[in-house]
């Protein structure tokens, strides 16, 4: 599976293009609300492998074609290829999903730009992503307990960044209700809402190009720091986000930066230094 | 009670409101190595003072407070470095969370809180703001992480829009009204000036309340933010318990049924 960084590789069942700094993950079945099928759950790892380690990506926006943003698994598709529905169910059932960037254990700030409707087990790509944004026709919904099946993982993810009360409600209303972006919005789900909804994909590129001009370094500490606080007690979170602050002392971006900002000048950042991880990246 | 003298803060008190006034307006009331010392024997001496209830912390100037003094770290030679232990080790004293006040904390905004700024918020009680405040962090605009305060943040108000500050760094503010919003912080004070007698009119209500249920409340609720639900609830109804046949119990019904304020006891100590 080793690729090299500047190796560029074909998807069938997404688009993966560089704008400048910015990494663009966009989903690309329009044609079935972008809805993941066999091909999709490899082609995610694969994508977000390719961001990750392209030294020219700073910062990944995620949207998708069509009307929808994400739809949540297949079905129609996956019933037919029995084996990648074994395969998918083995690691819902382990927790071992690869489909976002938190599952790919992706470092680099990562966007959500939610450009329609958002389904299911689409909720994965907004409660794992690091900012949300939405165009002004997006709506939420999480249609599991209307065919029978369980909301837990992406709507555990979402009740730890947002208010609790309407993801569980979202989770029982099923197809019967939805959250519309301005709600979404109040509810600090996401941060913005773009109208025009045509808009969207300038509006990501240009937060993602602010955010580019900060330390790569930085961000990606803090980005480890940040997200593995929700996994234990606010003092042991802290504990170990001071240290994360004390690891980067020293790093050549902390000159540069007060350095650029004294000269009226972008910094030159660093760039990243490859993470000794094994090569599937794992989040075990 | 007689404070000791203090060079970057102000510390008095108003009634049963103690204030600590973070006093070096001309740098943006920025931290330097003295003012996180003065920051741990301020709260330590607040939170003794018998005759204070709450305590408010806000600033002077146009900032309430901008982190770190990046001069001081530059000019000296020592940098960072000289923090390095104590970050390490997390052993650190300049907010009522780290020294353990078990008073109520307002934290009352009056102008631009960046940075390291943002450690008053995550540890304070009750944060309400002047309309013109302003919130942005810096950190990674000038090669820095940002964990401890980011992460009590993202504890108490929704987490998105944490880490949108945490990653678009200086690059974007956040405003008092989207902070209000979020339920960063609970009031909005407009015009500003009014800042100071609104954060006062707070503290006096809240002084009105049993000191020892207040405390033991406080307890709990920072308490949970460390375990998980049912953990926290347990520990909680412990909490909870400790009260049962305080004095404060009994008074309190008893004014309420005579229309008067109730005679809370004194804090004793914990």
Known sequence: ?284 | MIYPEFESLKVERRGPVGWLINNRPERLNAMSAGMRDEFALAWTELDRDPDVGVIVHTGEGRAFQTGVDVTEIASDGVGMERYRRSLEDFDLHFTSWHQQVWKPVITAVNGVCAGGGFHWIADADIVIAASDAEFFDPHVSIGQVVAIEAIGLLRKMPVEAVMRMAFVGRHERLSAHRAYELGMISQVVDPPEQLREEAQALGEKIARNSPAAMRATKRALWGALELGLTDACRAGAGELVSMWGHPDQEEGPRAFAEKREPQWRALTEP
């Open chain 1, 1 to 284: 599976m080793a690729r090299s960084a500047t190796q560029r590789v074909t998807y069938q069942t997404l688009d993966v293009e560089r704008r400048g700094r910015v990494g663009w993950l966009v989903f690309d079945r329009p044609e079935v609300g972008n809805a993941m099928d066999a091909t999709m759950f490899t082609e995610l790892e694969d994508a977000w492998r390719e961001l990750d380690r392209d030294p020219e990506v700073r910062v990944i926006v995620n949207t998708g074609n069509g009307p929808a943003f994400q739809t949540g698994l297949d079905v129609a598709q996956l019933s037919k290829d029995k084996e990648a529905l074994r395969e998918q169910s083995r690691r819902t059932r382990d927790a071992t999903l690869r489909l976002t960037a938190w599952h790919n254990e992706v470092w680099k700030p990562v966007i959500a730009a939610v450009n329609g409707t958002c389904a299911g087990g689409g909720l994965h790509f907004v409660a794992d992503a690091d900012v949300v944004i939405a165009s002004s026709n997006a709506v939420f919904v999480d249609p599991h307990v209307s065919l029978g099946q369980v909301s837990a993982y992406e709507t555990i993810g979402l009740i730890r960044k947002s208010p609790m009360e309407p993801i569980v409600r979202m989770a029982l209303a099923g197809v019967h209700e939805h959250i519309d972006a301005s709600r979404a919005r109040q509810l600090g789900i996401l941060s913005q809402v773009v109208d025009p909804p045509e808009r969207l994909r300038d509006e990501a590129q240009l937060l993602a190009e602010k955010i580019a001009r900060n330390s790569p370094a930085a961000m990606r500490v803090t980005k480890q720091a940040l997200w593995g606080a929700l996994d234990v007690g606010l003092t042991d979170a802290c504990r170990a986000g001071a240290r994360a602050v004390a690891s980067l002392w020293g790093h050549p971006d902390q000159e540069e930066g007060p350095r650029a900002f004294a000269h009226k000048r972008e910094p030159e950042w660093q760039p990243l230094e490859p993470l000794d991880v094994d090569d599937e990246g794992a989040r075990a």
